[in-house]
């Protein structure tokens, strides 16, 4: 009955009164001027964001279908891909290049740990023949709560002209991304996570390297056709029709997002990481992802033996209104996962720890009440000083 | 920049999503079929809030124009009434007798304390002639969290014909309130608290003895016209133009109030004022109310000697996005209030407490991070069993 919630899971994350009410407006043409004022400023906005100077065009899908542009793009059936993959979202890449035609090569690492850039400058060194043409990489892992080291990937390739094609759907915003300073040829992001509105959009940086890649490419696709993207917004535009309200809630949360200026944000995505993880090591609970490595997005705890997610979720919500995210892939049953990024501020950390006691001691598990909610008020009250 | 807060005010509380929402609709017409419909949906829904078969009128106005439009319509000039005040809503009644008229008769009780039905028995025993017209008193007082025992204060008539005119702007639906049973024949209350709408509407209740009393009042009215506003709703109007967004939200709410069931929602707002008097207590806070006259909707804590409510709410807004109230009156520098009424709920007060917390920590005051938020936690622990 009651739609309030805490809204704690890696996107879709809380979308601001501010954006809901943009997103109120009455509708527009597509293709009147109107239209073309408003991705022109969305795209200036993106860019300072992506800090790049490349184009960056905005899909009407989730970020699943940027993904398949970057594949269908940048890789031609045939072409040798290197998949680097730590976790459920490594496999999706799989799944599309497997789709796609491409010559897939795996490099995996276990879930909950990051990507080693020196595996990837060893593949890539031995690769003479320049035969793999992109490496894939998320940058932040949504299923596993893991930060690769981009920049490290990137600086890994050396002189080797593969493509890197990043996956930073849940990572942009929270995380610090220099799309051109690291060298970063495709970059994925999503509407749904620290851009703080609904899904629907999904947003690709693509440099001019790239674009030379994606000219000669022979994979079929249409809707998800970058260059024709780029190519309608020199005329304010979008080839087919666009998710226009989603853009007009864009606009606003780039608004408040440069307001708040991007230090500020990344500051505040970090200073919940380190709450969250004191809260979870206070109550007893372990970690799936170590501190070095540990996502400023979302977090991921091991299920305490004997349970499964669903009894710690199903109760966060229905009795206090504190949703979070159970595991996906092959950790489906073994972890939760608390997402802290967007519009999330303290408070709904402190309430979501208050909320986790209430229910681990519900199920019989034993937590001192208060100890966990002190944890996170602590590294608050440090960071405050 | 952020829009996002806790809410925790003694009124306007948060407005959910949904009233939100219905307030979006298109205007109509407030002499068409659709406000005709509108209007007497509303009235069957109040009329079950207010546990009355009587009328229900609803003024376009805040909860004080129903103040006035009780002491205008059921107290002529140079009639006498004894005005119960236990606070600074108790002293708006003694004003807006002094300006209509009204021979007043103050029946004044320490701030922070409840009015002695049996004071207002002895009163009225003694008033032979029933010179006392009327009996005007807050059942909930919002400037104090005092609860007066209404159904106690109107028994203590005994055979006196005074009216009992029944302040519950801020108490209705969050403490239980019988309006027939109980004998009630005036019942203000107003949009901006339980009915967890935005500020701009007041309900009235009049039962046939008040109805009597206002035929023959000879006081100047004309917005305020009670029977004006009674003969209009017959025609499914108003008088005059009615905030007609608001009408839509109070349909909306009213909607979610039946479907929550009035005792749910008075176990909730019990459960709140448990939840934060034992917080309060345990960080060892002052509360200015005892427990046995405690409100559901509003609880007032001492401010910590050397400080002023404002060293506390302050930091509360802008650092952690908490809303609490100051304090009315000749308490204002020496309370502060925590609302805890209409769309509130426990994850909230955690959240409240935790940055209690930390705000006390900051002016110096000892605490225990957590101590206050276990004990809040404890009592829903207990609750829920």
Redesign the interface.
């Known amino acids: 009955?009651?739609?309030?919630q805490?809204l704690l899971i890696p996107g879709p994350t809380?979308v601001?009164?501010?954006v809901l009410r943009a997103m109120?407006a009455p509708a527009i043409n597509h293709r009147g001027p109107e239209f073309k004022a408003l991705i022109q400023e969305v795209t200036v906005g993106l860019k300072e964001v992506y800090q790049t100077k490349s184009d960056v065009v905005v899909l009407s899908s989730s970020g699943t279908g940027a993904m398949e542009a970057a594949v269908a793009n940048f890789l031609s059936p045939g072409d040798k891909a290197l998949v680097v993959s730590i976790g459920n979202f490594g496999e999706r890449f799989k799944k599309l290049c497997k789709i796609y035609g491409v010559d897939l090569e795996a490099m995996d690492f276990p879930w909950g740990t990051a990507a080693d850039p020196q595996a990837v400058a060893r593949r890539l060194a031995e690769d003479t023949g320049h035969q793999i043409k992109a490496v894939l990489v998320q940058y932040n892992e949504t299923s596993t709560g893991v930060l690769n080291d981009i920049k490290a990937i990137s600086e890994a390739r050396g002189n080797h002209p593969a493509l890197l094609i990043v996956d930073a759907i849940s990572a942009l915003a929270a995380a610090e991304l220099k799309t051109d300073e690291w060298n970063l040829d495709v970059v994925i992001s999503g509407s749904q996570k620290a851009f703080m509105i609904p899904p629907g959009l999904a947003m690709v940086s693509v440099n001019a390297r790239a674009w030379e890649v994606a000219a000669e490419n022979t994979n079929r696709k249409f809707y998800f056709d970058l260059q024709a993207a780029r190519d309608s917004l020199k005329s304010g535009q979008t080839p087919y029709t666009p998710a226009v309200s989603l853009f007009v809630g864009l606009r606003e949360a780039l608004r408040?997002m440069l307001?708040?200026g991007l230090p500020a944000m990344l500051a505040r995505h970090a200073l919940y990481r380190d709450m969250v993880r004191a809260g979870v090591k206070s109550l007893g609970l372990e970690l799936l992802a170590g501190d070095a490595v540990a996502s400023p997005a979302v977090t991921a705890i091991k299920v305490p033996a004997g349970f499964k997610p669903a009894d710690i979720n199903k109760r966060m919500r229905e009795?206090?209104?504190?949703v979070l995210a159970g595991g996906q892939g092959k950790l489906k049953e073994d972890i939760f996962r608390i997402g802290h990024l967007g519009?999330v501020?303290?408070?709904?950390l402190?309430?979501?720890f208050?909320?986790l006691?209430?229910v681990l001691?519900?199920l019989g598990i034993p937590v001192?009440?208060?100890?966990?909610?002190?944890a996170?008020?602590?590294v608050?009250?440090e960071r405050?000083e």
Chains 1, 2 share one sequence.
């Open positions: 009955m009651w739609e309030k805490v809380p601001p009164s501010q109120g408040m307001e708040e009795k206090y209104g504190v519009y501020q303290p408070v709904d402190f309430a979501a208050a909320a006691e209430l001691k519900e001192t009440l208060g100890a966990g909610v002190a996170v008020q602590q608050l009250a405050s």
